[in-house]
């Protein structure tokens, strides 16, 4: 599975806290890498500057038995959340950033991939046209954007990587 | 002198005028697809119904204090909206709608009036005509008699005129205006002030003219300006002409396949293109977009939208339908489970200044026609009345509306009947 994401480090939760982001989404992160043999569980936070986007984000994943909203200003979950970004073992705890040269994880494969799917899509760019995915995280899911002339799609990145 | 006249809890008082039952009780409008609470009588706002809450968060609260809940009837409001607007009218042709249930009234030819009494009158007048409550605030500037209607709201409601035209009725209202509550400040602005002290719409008089400029552009020194009773925003009698015009609609259930989907863009283009009409606009793009809802996190998600380029700018519904239907076809993708659908048209110029094509081979004066005896007939007999062959009846894609009320004032069948003995 494509993940761009970083770990959640105690920095990175100083970073949201400073910057007003006190609300946290957790939900369950559907990934598996050789090198994370034996990690239990993967969940992704998301940031949040208000509890009503955080609340609209918990709304949509309701069938996820593991999905839960923290409140930095209340105690019990503050600590919660320092708990969660000490790499707490047993658990891979991922942010709602992408990490640092994140591009370069996407392989050849992908690429192809991408390819494959904008041929799906009956779009027909020549030689001297650039389409620029653009990644972004929408309610703990990887989305893509793709634009090409004035057309425009945007889809779970999932869809792509799910290509034959 | 202006005068903000604004109709309180808008849709709220429609649905009122027409079932008299739901006096007193708490009462709820909701969105398009029922999907939030929009509109608030004063018992629903006691019991911490709040602007735009979804309904599946209060539904306890509706069960417990029986909460009366109607779906949004637009085409009564705008009728009702359009008779208060004509009572106003008839007092002083100087008028700005600002939106459906508040207007600026200029009162600069009434010097020699008392306007707290005239502004009585309106709102006697219009409650006995139309049965809609309303507000009046009166005050040197648009910013101050948008401050004095709130003030009439909160401070008293039973006179429901507050008239600003003394230092110590400007200060009064000044006193008790947070900054938060000022037209044109947000929420940005709001906390800029409040770090810096000032939390009432009296200290902001105090601040340096340069810090204003400085932290808050020309828009903070405009809105200083208004505060001080100096008219900085223009008044607006027409409005301005549309550079687009966007129709689009959640759907009321889940729609995968094309055919509904198509019917529902081609429901959505002629609206456009009548609205095109009403304008005397013709449009250059037409933007098609679809969509499935994000917030569903299980499903399958797409969003697709295209822009065509027309050969030649149009308000022809046929024409723009045609062109609509294309842009689906490249876009359309099927396995998803649709929401929404919605059609733009851009890039819009009056109809007499058309640049015409030349290898353009529409018959245009028909078409013209076509559309002008369309909107005759429509305008009679109701909206969609004559319609498409592929815009259908939308069964499928309609908007969930299962507590719409009659438009008892704009459809012989939903005329209430009263019964004397």
Known sequence: MFNPFCILTPELLEAFIQNGKKYFVRQQYGYSGKADEGMERHFIFTHYPNIASAMDHFGTIENDLFRYVYDWNNEAHRKRLVIAAGKPEGFKIWAGVFQKNWERLITRELEEKIRKYIKSMGWQPSRNDIINPKYYLYYGH???????KKKIVRIKFEEIENIA | MIALIDCNNFYCSCERVFDPGLKGKPL???SNN???????????KELGITMAMPVFMIEDLIKKHNVQVRSSNYTLYGDMSERVMSIIKSYTAKIEVYSIDELFVDFSGFNHHDLARLGSRIRKEVSLCTGIPVCVGIAQTKTLAKMANRYAKKKSANVGVYCANTDHSIMQMLQHTQVDEIWGIGSQY??????NGYKTASDLLAIPEEWVRKNMSVVGQRLLAELKGTSCIKWEEAPPPKKNICTSRSFGQYISDKRTIEQAIAAHTSACGSKLREESSCARKIHVFIQTNPHRGTDKQYFSSVTLQLPVATNSSRELIRYAMKALRIIFKSGYNYQKAGVIVLDLIRQNVI?????DNEDRVKDKAIMSSLDSVNKVFGKDFVRFGTHDYGRKWKLKAEQLSPCYSTCFQDIPRAKAK
């Open chain 2, 355 to 359: 640049q015409a094509g030349l290898f």
């Open chain 1, 142 to 148: 990887l989305y893509v954007e793709l634009k090409f």
């Open chain 2, 28 to 30: 709820i409008v909701l």
């Open chain 2, 190 to 195: 709001a906390k800029l002030l409040i770090e």
């Open chain 2, 34 to 44: 029922d999907g939030c609470a929009i509109s608030r009588s004063d018992e629903a």
